[in-house]
């Protein structure tokens, strides 16, 4: 039977498709940290879209990638916010 919710996809090499992780009407610092905790639990390799409607999440995440080695793949404008395509780091 097909996992659901926090299981599934994001547990696979890059290859696959990239999860969505809804973090829509979260303001700092909250974005970044449900951010970490869902990347801590990935393989190194998967990837993950955020998507933020906090407007600081621009300047957030990306200090975030850097900090925690994480590679910021792609930023994108949405409709009221902000999406990133980050691959979990392996360490």
């Not at 299981?7 to 951010?35: F, H, I």
Request: contains cysteine.
């Amino acid at each position: 039977m097909p996992e659901h919710g926090d299981g599934g996809q994001e547990d696979r090499p890059s290859t696959s498709p990239a999860a969505v992780y809804d973090l829509k009407g979260l303001n700092c610092p909250l974005p970044v940290l449900k951010a970490k905790k869902r990347l801590a639990t990935m393989r190194p390799g998967s990837r993950l879209w955020l998507e933020t409607t906090d407007p600081l999440a621009v300047i957030d995440i990306p200090a975030f990638c850097t900090e925690s080695g994480h590679r910021l793949i792609e930023t994108a404008a949405i409709s009221g916010g902000h999406r990133f395509l980050v691959e979990r780091s392996g360490v």
